[in-house]
């Protein structure tokens, strides 16, 4: 028996009506269908990051560079200057009229970067040793143009995926997803939030085609296999570090506030050169058009920071220094220090909503970023936080949604798995799916919407109904 699943199946519902009837939204959607399919035995035999023996020892990365390689010779060698555009194009054709034969002629072009991506998957560790540490005062120039190019990659493999789900090929399917999001985990290896960044991307990428799959004929139940996925499905926190501290490495004169005992002279020196470094980093890579630019040249004009030292030293007080040592402070000590630790103030008070599942953290994350901006002008003497800070709730989001589709997903397999035990029936409630658990909107911490009237119903924003 046939089913109709309308609605882009990733799409997350973010919100929880209450009413019982489905939004008038969700009824005009276009119809897709699905095919009800019991769990698979074994359970997680179309696993969807590479199974432990066909894991092989080494780095990884090298054959990600070799992949690179072999896609620029490719890209060099190419005649067709529409191939990147079709490309992207095909990725969303609908499966009834994918073009199998361009498709499969154009990754032919392709063919030795896939095959180095196939191997890198699998290798047991990926270290791009990027140079960060050696960059230190540079850090904020360091380019990454391997990682963005992982794109490009990425998106061979969804056409890929696209092509084996077309053709019905289900099982190699399954292993280019297990490529895919070994290789977005890898890609976000390197502790720096861009590269996480660009790993979500890349998940968000196959998540579409995963989401393709599980609505193809008679494909296989994935909700073990989504289940299995690590959560989150990329973990930003390790950045953390270098995000939160890299400041001290492009900026030593702050760290040097709190370790280094100068004389007067030499302090107004290093806050000179503070100044003048950060004037420097801001118009290189704030993003900032010329007004903004020129407002940040007065906020870092000499005259105008030294205007603020008695602040600087009645803040430091405030924040528990002696009261004594606190006016003896060398002004431009006194300067560097207090900024340093405003800095501290706000990134903690950011970067602890990481550790708050996004369900828990509420609007707190998004707030934390809202207080430095709004509060930058009144107590910072110099807006290093408010211009330098990342904007972590984004990315925090930004990877809540994929475990957000992913669990949608699964909620997917799982109703999949009940029409098939119960002649063609959906169920009257989630909770009413006793086979498998039914997770949660990590976004929200509650139950995905889910309404049934008769032969139809919906699934977070997807409308239901039983074909006739």
């Known amino acids: 028996m046939r089913f109709v699943f309308a609605g882009l199946l990733l ?24 095919t009800p399919q019991r769990v698979e035995t074994p ?12 894991q092989t020892e080494g780095n990884a990365a090298t054959m990600y560079y ?9 890209n060099r060698l190419n005649q067709d200057p529409n191939l990147w555009t079709n490309i992207r194009n095909w990725a969303s054709e609908p499966l009834d009229t994918f073009p199998v034969d361009k498709a499969r002629e154009a990754l032919k072009t392709f063919q030795a970067v896939l095959d180095s991506i ?3 998957a699998r290798r047991t560790d990926c270290h791009w040793d990027l140079p960060q540490a050696e960059y230190k005062e540079n850090v904020y120039y360091l380019r990454l143009p391997e990682i963005q190019e992982m794109r490009d990659i990425a998106r061979l493999l969804v056409l890929k995926s696209r092509l084996e789900i077309a053709t019905s090929d289900y099982e190699q399917a399954v292993r280019t997803f297990q490529t895919t999001y ?50 989150p499905i990329i973990d930003f926190r390790p950045s953390m570090g270098l995000e939160g501290s890299g400041l001290y490495f492009v900026f030593p004169q702050l760290l040097a506030a709190k370790t280094k005992t100068l004389t007067p002279e030499q302090w107004q020196a290093e806050l000179e050169a503070f100044l003048k470094k950060f004037e420097k980093v801001a118009a290189d890579t704030g993003g900032m058009d010329a007004d903004e630019l020129a407002d940040i040249k007065k906020k870092t004009d000499q005259e105008t920071v030294l205007a603020r030292a008695v602040e600087a030293k009645t803040g430091l007080i405030k924040m528990g220094h002696p009261p004594e040592e606190a006016k003896a402070m060398a002004t431009g000590q006194a300067i560097l220090l207090y900024t ?40 910072e003497i110099v807006p290093i936080a408010a211009l330098l800070l990342p904007a972590l709730d984004g990315a925090a989001r930004a990877i809540g949604r ?21 002649d063609g029936v959906l169920p009257d409630k989630l909770s009413e799916i006793k086979a498998v658990p039914i997770p949660n909107d990590p976004l929200t911490g509650k ?22």
């Open 11 to 34: 799409i997350i519902c973010q919100t929880c009506w209450t009413d019982d009837a489905p939004p008038q939204a969700i009824a005009k959607r276009d119809p897709l269908s699905f």
């Open 43 to 54: 359970a997680l035999q179309y696993a969807l990051m590479p199974p432990y023996l066909d």
């Open 66 to 74: 070799r992949a690179l390689l072999f896609l620029s010779e490719a």
């Open 118 to 120: 196939e191997v890198a």
């Open 182 to 231: 070994a290789m977005a985990r890898h890609v976000s290896e390197p502790p720096i939030i861009i590269c996480d960044l660009v790993g979500v991307a890349i998940v968000s990428m196959i998540n579409e085609q995963v989401a393709a799959f599980v609505r193809a004929p008679d494909a296989p139940n994935l909700y073990w296999p989504l289940t299995a996925l690590p959560r």
């Open 340 to 379: 340093a630790l405003v800095f501290d103030h706000f990134r903690d008070d950011l970067f602890k909503w990481a550790y708050v599942p996004l369900a828990e953290a509420g609007e707190e994350f998004r707030n934390a970023r809202n207080s430095i901006e709004e509060n930058s002008d009144t107590v």
């Open 402 to 422: 994929q475990d957000a589709r992913i669990a949608h997903l699964r909620a997917f397999e799982a109703i999949r798995m009940y029409t098939a035990k119960n």
């Open 447 to 468: 139950p995905f919407f889910y309404h049934r009237d008769g032969e139809t119903g919906a699934l977070g924003t997807m409308p239901l109904r039983i074909a006739q």
